[in-house]
């Protein structure tokens, strides 16, 4: 499976993004998927990530209420859309797949995409 990430950029402080995950190659659709981040000089933690139908969401406290995941398996697309974005939220976001669970740590997860930088301006 080989997953691409978009939508990154420049917001100020209070605005919103949505970024994109297209995967190819592969059943994403049976895949669990996840939003990690990772700010510089930290490590890569774990955003948001939904079971393969969707109906199992999980969110990091940081953003909840704020972020909201969601997937479109017809168009293997997985989705993180980020409201009243924080200085805090600046870093690179990787989208992720898991063949056998939606787990909470990076090591549980197969497949990576190359990251798109969201930087948030106060």
């Known amino acids: 499976v080989q997953l691409q990430a978009s939508g990154g950029g420049l917001v100020q402080a209070g605005g919103s993004l949505r970024l994109s995950c297209a995967a190819s190659?592969?059943?994403?659709?049976?895949?669990?998927a996840g939003w990690f981040r990772q700010a510089p000089g930290k490590e890569r933690v774990l955003v948001a990530a939904?079971?393969?139908?969707?109906?199992?969401?999980y969110y990091a406290d940081s953003v909840k209420g704020r972020f909201t995941i969601s997937r479109d398996n017809a168009k293997n697309m997985v989705y993180l859309q980020m409201n009243s974005l924080k200085p805090e939220d600046t870093a690179v976001y990787y989208c992720?797949?898991?063949?056998?669970?939606?787990?909470?740590?990076?090591?549980?997860?197969?497949?990576w995409g190359q990251g798109t930088l969201v930087t948030v301006s106060s």
């Open positions: 939904t079971s393969w139908g969707g109906g199992r969401i």
């Open positions: 992720a797949a898991e063949t056998t669970g939606w787990g909470r740590q990076a090591s549980e997860y197969n497949y």
């Open positions: 190659g592969g059943t994403f659709s049976s895949y669990g």
